[in-house]
């Protein structure tokens, strides 16, 4: 039996990278749903439709755009950015229910957002920051990796650190991170769930060593903050063993890197693992960005083929298998409540003010 | 995303031991070893959970139902 975690609707999800959505039709599919993403030429805001034509179910994400129209690679329908379809082939007449559904869309961050449930309840607003992503001062590497796998255990994997030291061993894991012990704070309504490991006095792995130049053990700081459902923020910081911030909350002698995720349930057993690592030291280093780009590559594909791995191992299990957490599991059980409770949210009707 | 509640839960896993210990929105206080039972205690609140002297002992017969008590 496969392994699946509920879809949480009514919240925001990332989409797309901003340089993704362009005069060239986007198919993803987020929570199940087929969705079609283009840049309007009218005023370059991102669009977000239903991907089927309502007449045989083409996928207009292969189809093309007229301006701001998408024209059905197969028939011909055409639809405006609000997804009413405006023209059918050989006739004046157009069926009233000749439309698809149009998403609520937000750009920021150089992220584009789409609302999944009822359009009415999106907020704006309620979508988490992830400023260092386009702010001066901070360069960014960036990929997407779809995974064949259960979002949960992309969840687990994340809010979990420990599995550095032996699935990334020689990356970016080294003794230490398994062996600190972590401190993990739910904040409820906010839906976030904040799990901190402070290494005092760590070996540098390669990924930081040859970055950075640091040649001996170091400080290392990792402070998650996971907005369920979608975003996931590592703040990370090292620094030489022993270098603090200033009292005055300054750290000119600390290395800042942020690492990102963007976690969007596709299907049934599939998510889209999108990745980003922005640092403050090194901006304009071009083999600093290279090496990042490349190494954390590397780390995520570790992650992916392990996921790949588990979700197939996990569909051969007899159902109600067990499993075993233990304190490195405190804030991965706190994310899947709280997803939980995010999912059963998302089922209920919601009542509409008069 | 729902609003801020203010309503925080922490766990420490204490330094040098196998010990989790998890303190409630309210206050109260608790220790485990294993993180299942911690949150089952933290989301049983307000059953069980009664804000403690630290002179007193930590362990409070569970059955018992507490009034919920506020954090100050």
């Known amino acids: 039996m496969p392994h699946m975690t509920a879809f949480a609707r009514n919240q925001w999800y990332v989409a797309a990278y901003s340089h993704e959505v362009g005069r060239e039709l986007l198919g993803r599919t987020i929570l199940g749903e087929p969705l079609v993403f283009y840049r309007a030429k009218e005023d370059g805001a991102p669009v977000a439709l239903g991907d089927r034509c309502v007449h045989r179910r083409y996928p207009l994400s292969e189809s093309g755009l007229d301006g701001d129209r998408i024209v059905c690679g197969y028939h011909g329908f055409t639809y405006d950015r609000t997804g009413a379809c405006v023209y059918v082939p050989g006739q004046k007449r157009i069926p009233r229910t000749a439309r698809v559904a149009s998403h609520p869309v937000v750009e920021q961050d150089s992220l584009v957002w789409v609302w999944v449930g009822d359009p009415a309840l999106a907020d704006p607003q309620a979508i988490p920051r992830a400023r260092h992503l386009d702010s001066p001062g901070w360069t960014t590497v960036r990929g997407m990796e779809p995974i064949d796998a259960d979002y949960g255990l992309l969840v687990d994997n994340l809010l979990d650190l420990s599995h550095e030291t032996y699935l990334h061993g020689g990356y970016i894991g080294t003794p230490e991170v398994a062996e600190t012990p972590i401190t993990t704070e739910v904040d409820e309504g906010a839906g976030i769930v904040r799990v901190s490991r402070h290494m005092d006095d760590a070996e540098c792995p390669p990924f930081y060593a040859r970055s950075t130049g640091i040649a001996g053990r170091i400080t290392r700081w990792q402070d998650i903050e996971y907005h369920a459902p979608c975003l996931y923020l590592l703040h990370s910081r090292i620094a030489p063993v022993g270098v603090l911030p200033e009292a005055d909350g300054s750290d000119p002698n600390g290395f800042h890197t942020e690492i990102t995720y963007a976690i969007t349930p596709s299907a049934d057993g599939k998510v889209y693992d999108f990745w980003m690592v922005s640092r403050d030291w090194a901006t304009d280093d071009a083999e600093v960005t290279e090496f990042l780009r490349s190494n954390n590559h590397t780390v995520v594909m570790q992650d992916v083929d392990a996921l790949n791995l588990l979700q197939k191992t996990l569909g051969s299990e007899r159902a109600g298998y067990q499993e075993l957490s233990i304190n490195i599991d405190t804030g991965g059980l706190a994310a899947r409540r709280i997803l939980a409770r995010l999912v059963e949210e998302g089922d209920k009707p919601v009542e509409k003010a008069l | ?72």
């Open chain 2, 1 to 72: 995303m729902s609003a801020p509640t203010g309503e925080i839960y922490r766990i420490d896993w204490l330094p040098g031991t196998d010990v989790l210990h998890g303190t409630c929105h309210c206050g109260a206080e608790h220790t485990a070893q294993d993180p299942v039972e911690m949150w089952e205690w933290m989301l049983g609140h307000p059953e069980g959970h009664r804000l403690q002297p630290q002179s007193q002992p930590q362990s409070e017969p569970q059955s018992q139902p507490q009034s919920p008590e506020r954090a100050p």
